[in-house]
């Protein structure tokens, strides 16, 4: 199989389970959270590192922003050999109560994409895989951690989220909304394999409270940059057991 055109990677150049951040600098800093590190490949918003967390061999791949440079990520990582995917980003709360800092595991995903449906129809779910999500529960609850489980709404047009949006969202019962889940999930049902993901709050849309970006760890409200590393704990911890 020739090398693939955006993530440049080949056949045997990654492991079968991959952590998928959106901040390419992301990926370092769950890197360091593990052992024997390498860069495999670097090219647009793509970075792709190898590692090894207890022992479990993983590969690490930023995604970039957004449902279509996820999708493009998750089609070539398939094709060199993954099986199981977990999403390790940031979200904006919907629901009143929900702090920055909490962690979101999602159990669906709105399509509020475009991505997707040149895959499939809207009725079509986006719903993570049953053994990748109970990983990450159970990695939560081994590690004390509390989480909100439930669906999220994946949105492709962050500067057009008005309050109509918001409150129809809200209404739903959907916990927060960020940018690439649906695909993810959809593309990883679509091939067989096992998708998961796991966001921290960095802002409540309800309650008007600052909402950082998913590009910049930077950017983030201090709570937020404290508990990304508890996410990624806890998204290492599942990716052992898949």
Not at 17 to 29: C, E, F, H, I, S
Request: aromatic share 4%; charged share 30%; with cysteine.
């Amino acid at each position: 199989m020739a090398t693939q055109p955006h993530l440049l990677i080949d056949d045997g150049d990654v492991a079968d389970v991959a952590l998928l951040p959106g901040d390419p600098d992301r990926v370092d800093r769950i890197a360091d959270h593990c052992d024997d590190a390498e860069t495999v490949a670097q090219n647009r918003e793509y970075k792709v590192v190898n590692a090894t967390y207890e022992g479990r061999e993983l590969t690490i791949c930023s995604t970039g922003i957004g449902c279509p440079s996820a999708a493009i990520a998750v089609e070539e990582l398939a094709a060199v050999g993954v099986e199981a995917f977990v999403r390790v980003g940031t979200t904006g709360a919907l629901q009143e109560g929900i702090e920055i800092g909490d962690m979101v595991v999602a159990s669906g995903a709105a399509k509020n994409e475009g991505t997707t449906r040149r895959y499939e129809t809207v009725e079509y779910p986006a719903v993570p895989d049953y053994d990748a999500l109970s990983a990450l529960v159970d990695a939560a609850e081994a590690n004390d951690e509390d989480v909100h489980v439930g669906p999220v709404a994946t949105d492709d047009a962050y500067y057009a989220e008005n309050d109509e949006a918001v409150d129809d969202w809200e209404a739903a019962g959907l916990l927060a909304v960020e940018m690439e889940a649906a695909a993810i999930f959809s593309l990883a049902r679509r091939k067989g394999l096992r998708a998961g993901a796991i966001c921290t709050v960095d802002g409540n849309l309800v309650e008007g409270t600052q909402k950082g970006t998913d590009t910049e760890d930077d950017e983030l409200p201090e709570k937020a940059k404290n508990n990304v590393a508890r996410a990624i704990d806890i998204a290492l911890e599942a990716a052992t057991t898949l």
